[in-house]
């Protein structure tokens, strides 16, 4: 199933959209893929996929960007399954853009990369490891315990642990899962 | 607010929560997952704080410049499809993607800003200017291509004890080397081995008998370690600690 374009997407859009998150895009693409023929081929099918859904740039707004890199790491990820040729968890389920209503405010705010880098190295070497496998490779918990010849639930309580430990260093809302 | 878990929440479903929020989940787990978090307000809001850390990860990646012809490509596919529209004819059509309802990390309300310009209407105008464009680029593509491949993209100097230097470079087309300069010649009987080693595992990738040598390095490098052993003759694995190494991201 596909949307239909919004009506009249203006080309300057798309280039003002382009110029202001393409070197991110293309870095967590090749970081991901390795590839910098695979990295602009994910890429300009993000930006034009962003572009047709009405997407526009504004500086004083974080969604588009974070919405942006999302979408790149999703195809990265289609990429590297495709190279190895297995189906997991199906990425691209739905057609339309995100919903705001559905994003807390944090997601959209202080999106700030230095305080992202921070974080992930103040993890565990053991836990950066994982979540990097997963985030960056794309790989499952399972390919993950085969790589590192560990057990299949050392590896899933190190993500878990190593996320928690992300939303506190990130600032994500903690309290909301304590108060449950 | 609460989020309460469900009957039958336990901890195997936090950790789930966080492998559906990386959307690395598979198989008999992601089902089962995907059916408790349907009713599980705990499950849902992990996924969706989870998400929002892993979002910001993404930013860790350093940014990259594409190569020189990109935008125009793109721009170009872009006024393809505006010119398609135009004319009636069937546009290249792309699902717009959206990540699972739960995991969504991240969005923002369409709308388009009017900002009429100058390249809009040069596209739209003149097909025939459209398809003399698209020959120069592919002119200047093909022209440059050699030299772009060859273009250095990233270096990473290995650090250690011994005098000289050495470094990996990555090329764009993938391809990378390690070249040595300066190292002392390693003697009578003994040559320089480098290493890949991914996850600890080390796999020969050449040897060098003096300290000034270039070796081509196959694989994929990102990720590992590149090390340089001095060893008694070729070795399979090695047989004393690294003098040079050099993490490689990318």
């Known amino acids: 199933m596909t949307t239909s374009p919004p009506p009249s997407p203006d080309l300057a859009d798309l280039e003002v959209l382009y110029d202001a998150y393409n070197r991110q895009a293309i870095g967590l693409a090749y970081r991901m893929l390795g590839d910098l023929g695979d990295a602009e081929e994910v890429a300009q099918e993000v930006f034009l996929s962003a572009w047709r859904s009405g997407h526009t740039y504004d500086p004083g707004r ?5 919405w942006i890199l999302s979408m790149v790491r999703n195809r990265s990820i289609d990429v590297l399954r495709a190279r190895r040729r297995r189906p997991v968890q199906p990425l691209a389920e739905g057609l339309d853009p995100p919903d705001a209503s559905d994003v807390p405010t944090q997601a959209v705010s202080n999106v700030d990369a230095e305080t992202a ?4 190295n103040s993890l565990p070497p053991e836990q950066k490891q994982v979540i990097e496998l997963a985030y960056f490779g794309g790989l499952s918990h399972s390919e993950i315990a085969a790589q590192l010849a560990a057990p299949i639930g050392t590896v899933k309580g190190r993500i878990r642990l190593g996320l928690d430990r992300l939303r506190t260093a990130m600032g994500v809302q903690q309290d909301l899962l304590s108060t449950s | 607010m609460s989020h309460p878990p469900i009957d039958g929440h336990s901890e195997e479903f936090d950790e789930l929560a966080g492998l559906y929020a990386l959307r690395v989940l598979e ?5 089962r997952f995907e059916v408790h978090s349907a009713a599980c307000e705990r499950c849902q809001l992990m996924v969706r704080l989870d998400g ?13 410049d594409p190569s020189p012809d990109f935008k125009a490509r793109l721009m170009r596919r872009a006024a393809q499809e505006l010119a398609a529209a135009a004319t009636g004819q069937p546009a290249p059509s792309e699902p717009v993607e959206e990540p699972p309802l739960i995991g969504r990390p991240i969005a923002e309300p369409t709308q388009l800003r009017p900002r009429p310009t100058i390249v809009v209407r040069f596209w739209r105008r003149s097909p025939w200017m459209s398809a003399l464009a698209a020959v120069f680029v592919v002119a200047i593509v093909t022209a440059g291509a050699f030299t772009y491949e060859n273009q250095t993209v990233a270096t990473y100097e290995l650090t250690g004890s011994v005098p000289g230097s050495a470094r990996v470079v990555v090329r764009r087309s993938g391809a990378a080397e390690l070249e040595m300069s300066g190292l002392p010649n390693p003697g009578p009987g003994s040559i320089y081995e480098a290493w890949i080693i991914t996850a600890g595992k080390p796999v020969a990738a050449g040897i060098a008998t003096t300290g000034d040598a270039k070796l081509a390095l196959s694989g994929t490098l990102r990720g590992t370690t590149v090390a340089i052993t001095k060893e008694p003759g070729v070795q399979p694995q090695p047989t004393s600690a690294p003098i040079l190494a050099t993490e490689v991201q990318s």
């Open chain 1, 62 to 66: 974080g969604t588009t960007h974070t």
């Open chain 1, 117 to 120: 880098r921070v974080a992930l």
């Open chain 2, 27 to 31: 198989g008999d787990e992601l089902a």
């Open chain 2, 52 to 64: 929002e850390a892993l979002a910001r990860v993404a930013l860790v990646a350093p940014a990259m």
